[in-house]
């Protein structure tokens, strides 16, 4: 038995200006970023927040649980003013020990992001895909946003576009934001963890809000499945039929007339011993 979460995404980045074109120095201000939600509320959060009363909690990731990321990098190819670039990072890795949060799981797991797909079509090299192992506290935007789904958003700030540079990282808060420059209500979001992605693909110099295939466009997906209990399949032991036969992979040799096996060769006197590779099977 498992059960699922996904996070849900704020994505800081500016439109693309309507009707005109973007000035080649200004390119990478339109590399977008998403920052990807891996934090539930906290059932038993009560009063001011602390750390030991967060309003959030990061996902924990039992062991065996599988997580899926799906993370594609795109941009289309429109003439011959720009040209492709797609890269994938759609794998299913299954926890090895139980993680208390996403982060942990990147970490323990060794996640490489540099080991996705690059389209064989692509008409530009490769980005770099860099991981920051730190996870990044404050600051953040406090603004109201549809994308939240209660009280006012705190989305992290983007950081600096690297032309080329695929940029992975988690940004977090774990302390009681009050008194520390920041607003009273983002109290509410201590403990909120996010992934942050920022492209490294800049748009075309001619891309407007009319023409979004030559935009830089980042989507993500993280799943988790977590594991909750321990499934043991016991069988009951019963003598073999010997009208069933079963292949193998295994071959033995005939030599001077004997049969050859792996516990005890044939001689005159004695069977051949062979100790099958094969025992119970499950379909399910």
Known sequence: PNSFLGGSTVTNSSDVPNSQGILPSNRPNYMPTVNYLCSIPNPNFSGTPSLTNLPFLPWTIPSNSRVVFDIVFRRERRGNSCDQYIYRFQKEITASEDYSSLYDFVIGQNVNFDSGENDPNNGEGPNQNIFDPNIVQLPFNISTSPDMPQGPAASPLAPAPIVGTNQYGFVGSDVDWTGSGG??????????????????????????????????????????????????????????????????????????????????????????????????????
């Open 183 to 284: 607003s009273s209500s983002a109290d509410y979001y201590a403990g909120k963890q996010f992934l942050q992605i920022r492209s490294g693909m800049q748009p075309c110099d001619s891309a407007t809000i009319f023409n979004k295939p030559r935009q830089s466009i980042l989507s993500v997906s993280v799943r988790v499945f977590t594991s909750e209990n321990l499934l043991i399949f016991e069988t009951i032991p019963v003598e073999s039929d010997a009208n069933i036969y079963y292949e193998g992979s295994d071959s033995y040799p005939i030599t001077n007339g004997f049969h050859m096996g792996n516990a005890g060769n044939q001689t005159a006197t004695d069977s051949a011993i062979i100790n099958s590779s094969l025992f119970n099977c499950f379909s399910f």
